[in-house]
């Protein structure tokens, strides 16, 4: 038996050591999870969003219908118009106010871009000026109406908030009609203008914001850096412009009788089963009054679309036309003459359209327009705004990335103010595939892959780089968060961690779950992987919510017991990733292993059993250079 003064101090060194003491609580210390393996914080699955990612059994998104009749004017620079928008309230929820966008007002005195006056960004060779430039401008609403009377109003900006009568009840429409007009700016946020008499529109006409499940009303300005978030409806247009222009742009033509020669519907016809270009208007007919069907006075052109979620078009007096065929795709290109570089564009459009097509996802719409103009580079639904360019590398990139966003974000509606690497990114990751496909077997196509890991050293600058999830007008380098980074992620998840066959179907999913419809980044992670089978929490935190970053050193080799080497490896950096280790054995020999990204999971230090009793004399990790790794002068040892 103890005695008390044992007892005692049997007692005093418990609770000094901090074990427990009978009938004694025990406080409990929170420690942070710090793994990098540790599960991303996302919305909790629901009727609308699944677990795998997927539309659930009540997704529902807004019905918009637009009936517009415009005027071009070129002689007074305006554009005037009236439109029927029909509004269908397919959530849940009454709703007693509407949001539009009314984003001429960039360029009205006062707006948020006139008073910032912020500078240009640079993207690689290319400056986007996402201002007027100095125009003023600004769009004049002179009818805001439902059932015959008027609606209040509040315009910010580029946004206007409509209060309804009466709570739009869920399943319920109503019908907006609206007039309005603009002074066309001759260079309008980077997206759209006019330069001399061709004209390129697009953010045209009012226009109703999303209203999703995920934020209700999504009402971000437009201020320059962000792009659209629209909801997808059928649009009825009728364009007015002079009787000498020729117009194209978003949806089907109604009535090419009216606006084209005989001889111009023979040639479009030929050219839809034809692979080569035919020329619908020729150098030598661009501009002449043989070339249209009048010479005075105004034409109107009708078009109509389905299942998109905007439109935009082109006009001009002086336009060569090309066209070809593939697959029942009508592929068109328009340019002025004394576009150098824009005869082989009519080949470098189908190519895209054709790769994109038969990789990811079947383009699906009837055509695939381009014209030639003073913007740098823009995309709509069917529709796309590209320059001359400096090279034929730099005509054909341009056309195919402006292309490639049919597939993001106009067939997987994201949110383009939010989320630029689902948008951008995305698409530059599958625009690099098409232009190794366009150029394979010349020194630029066969080194194109390359060009995002290249770029980051310059960009991937501690202390300075942003995390991808920053919004776009957020990002002080564009360029490589919005585009070049998210392409180089998704390279590095399809060629390093996942392989080609469980990327690209997992890939494809994601389109295909998504066509037509509003996703999430939480969408988009758990799509990839449910259908890859791997979980991918530590590859997102990583790339899109960190700027983590990689650095993965072979500390050295030892003998392993009973013979043979340990290779100890370490990562040093916060960025995880499978790690691809060669090694030179004593007999000369060598060999490449591939060790998963699971090698972190108890810590930051991993030992190599090289099996068999082998003896290593020198290791080398990445010796591909395929990875991001910050520091490659701990990548290798020898003996």
Not at 161 to 188: M, T
Request: proline share 8%; net charge negative.
């Amino acid at each position: 038996m103890r005695s008390r003064a044992g007892v005692l101090f049997a007692l005093v060194a418990l609770a000094l050591t901090g074990l427990p003491v009978a009938g004694q609580s025990v406080p409990q210390l929170a420690v942070a999870d710090s793994s990098p393996f540790r599960a991303l914080e996302l919305p909790t699955p629901n009727a609308y969003r699944t677990g795998s990612g997927r539309p659930g059994p009540s997704y529902w998104q807004q019905r918009v219908d637009y009936r517009i009749d415009a005027t071009l004017d070129p002689a007074a620079n305006e554009l005037r118009g009236t439109e029927t928008i029909h509004y269908v309230n397919r959530s849940p929820e009454s709703l007693g106010y509407l949001w539009m966008f009314v984003e001429q007002n960039i360029c009205a005195p006062g707006s948020v871009t006139d008073q910032l006056n912020q500078p240009p960004l640079v993207f690689g060779e290319s400056v986007f000026d996402f201002s007027c430039k100095g125009f003023r401008g600004g769009l004049t609403l002179d009818r805001l109406q439902s059932a015959g009377a008027d609606l209040a109003h509040t315009v910010y900006g580029t946004t206007m908030r409509v209060e309804l009568p009466r709570p739009l009840a869920p399943g319920g429409s109503l019908d907006i009609d609206v007039a309005w007009k603009f002074n066309v700016p001759p260079y309008g946020a980077g997206r759209m203008g006019h330069d001399g008499p061709l004209y390129e529109l697009g953010q045209w006409y009012p226009r109703m914001a999303v209203f999703d499940d995920v934020h209700g009303w999504n009402h971000e300005p437009y201020i320059g850096a962000g792009e659209f978030y629209l909801e997808y409806g059928a649009f009825d247009v009728h364009l007015t412009v002079p009787a000498g222009y020729i117009v194209a742009g978003t949806g089907v033509l109604q009535n090419p009788e009216e606006v084209l020669t005989p001889a111009q519907r023979e040639r479009l016809a030929r050219a839809r089963t034809s692979e080569a270009p035919v020329p619908i208007v020729t150098a030598d007919e661009a501009g002449k009054a043989t070339s249209r069907p009048k010479a005075t006075g105004t034409l109107t052109w009708h078009f109509v679309a389905d299942n998109v979620r905007d439109v935009a078009y082109g006009a001009a007096p002086v336009l060569r036309w090309d066209a070809s065929g593939y697959d029942g795709i009508l592929i068109h290109t328009l340019y002025r003459p004394t576009a150098s570089r824009w005869p082989e564009a009519n080949r470098m459009a189908r190519q895209a359209i054709r790769y994109f097509s038969e990789q990811w996802f079947r383009y699906p719409y009837p055509h695939a327009t381009t014209i030639e103009g003073p913007i740098e580079g823009m995309e709509y639904p069917m529709m796309t705004f590209v320059p001359n360019g400096a090279s034929r590398e730099d005509v054909e990139w341009t056309i195919m990335h402006e292309f490639g966003h049919e597939w993001f974000p106009m067939v997987v509606g994201s949110n383009e103010r939010l989320y630029p690497w689902m948008d951008e990114g995305f698409n530059t990751f599958i625009d690099i595939g098409a232009a190794q496909d366009y150029f394979r077997g010349t020194a630029y196509g066969d080194t194109l892959g390359q060009t995002p890991l290249h770029l980051h050293p310059a960009h991937a600058i501690l202390g300075q780089e942003q995390p991808l999830g920053d919004r776009p007008v957020e990002q002080r380098d564009l360029f490589w968060t919005g585009y070049r980074k998210p392409a180089l992620m998704m390279q590095t998840l399809r060629f390093e961690v996942l392989d080609k066959e469980r990327f690209d179907p997992a890939f494809r999913e994601y389109i295909r779950a998504w066509a037509f419809k509003h996703p999430t980044p939480a969408d988009f992670f758990r799509v990839m992987r449910d259908q890859s089978g791997q979980d991918l929490d530590w590859f997102w935190r990583g790339w899109i919510y960190t700027t983590a970053r990689l650095d993965q050193a072979v500390d050295s080799v030892t003998p392993g017991q009973g013979g043979g080497s340990v290779v100890h490896l370490s990562n040093r950096g916060s960025m995880v990733l499978p790690a691809e280790l060669k090694l030179t054995f004593a007999d000369g020999s060598s060999e490449v292993v591939r060790l998963p990204v699971d090698m972190w999971n108890l810590g930051n230090h991993f030992d190599y059993r090289v099996p068999g009793g082998r003896t290593v004399t020198a290791a080398e990790l990445d010796p591909r250079h395929a990875l991001p790794d910050v520091n490659r002068a701990n990548n290798r040892w020898s003996r």
